[in-house]
């Protein structure tokens, strides 16, 4: 059930855009996108629900394709604090909602 | 408002000793997770928890025990710890998931020689 992030790693300059892709291979109802900093705990960046309309968050925005079961963060533009590791987690109706997570893409942003 | 907080931050235990993690929120949320998290596989849910006295099982439960005597409260124990349990925990609490998000205390490293 864990969803399946792509790519792995990505290294981009200062000002670049970035895609990273997150599947599953169940139906889902939302999905979550979190961004962590090494050593850090996990923070919230946006929540997709289906039927929602797409969310952005400054210079990051998301979107839902609740029919392929795919949700794609961008990041337009990107900035040095943009560095970390973006995880998406879907929820487990099964465990009290909690939240499958992918493996995480790591993303570096270089001057 | 602190929102989640974990006791103790580090900890080095040997092997078979027992400890026990704190989780604790302050915005009254009902439901509560512990996830540990090991290198390049992201977040797995060890417990979870969906109000006061109540708790469950999650993907990788065995050789931990937890306990939600108090709502605000999450505890998560180690009865005998092994060298698999080096890892770093995170807890976990919302609102109303899914449609809410999650909000994750900052973690405790552990290491266990």
């Known amino acids: 059930q864990q969803p399946v992030q792509s790519p792995q790693a990505v290294i981009l300059r200062e000002g670049e855009d970035a895609v990273i892709n997150c599947s599953s291979s169940?139906?889902?109802?939302?999905v979550h996108w979190y961004r962590q900093k090494h050593g850090e705990a996990p923070i919230f960046l946006m929540i997709?629900?289906?039927?929602?309309e797409q969310k952005g968050h400054d210079k990051i925005s998301a979107s839902f394709n609740e029919k392929k079961q795919q949700s794609s963060l961008y990041l337009t533009a990107s900035q040095l604090s943009y560095s970390g590791t973006y995880f998406c987690?879907?929820?487990?109706?099964?465990?009290?909602?909690?939240?499958?997570f992918g493996k995480g893409t790591s993303l570096l942003v270089t001057p | 408002n602190a929102g989640v907080t974990q006791t103790p931050k580090f900890r080095v235990l040997k092997t078979g000793q027992s400890m026990t993690l704190l989780c604790a929120q302050d915005m009254n949320h009902e439901y509560m997770y512990w996830y540990r998290q090991d290198p390049g596989m992201g977040l797995r849910l060890i417990h979870y928890s969906v109000g006061e006295g109540t708790t469950a099982k999650g993907e990788v439960p065995d050789g931990y025990n937890v306990s939600r005597l108090k709502k605000q409260n999450f505890l998560l124990g180690l009865e005998s710890a092994a060298p698999s349990q080096t890892s770093v925990y995170f807890c976990?609490?919302?609102?109303?998931?899914?449609?809410?998000?999650?909000?994750f205390g900052p973690g405790t490293r552990l290491t266990v020689t």
């Open positions: 997709l629900l289906k039927g929602g």
């Open positions: 169940k139906a889902l109802y939302s």
């Open positions: 987690g879907t929820e487990n109706s099964n465990s009290g909602y909690a939240l499958n």
């Open positions: 976990a609490s919302s609102y109303n998931p899914p449609l809410y998000e999650q909000y």
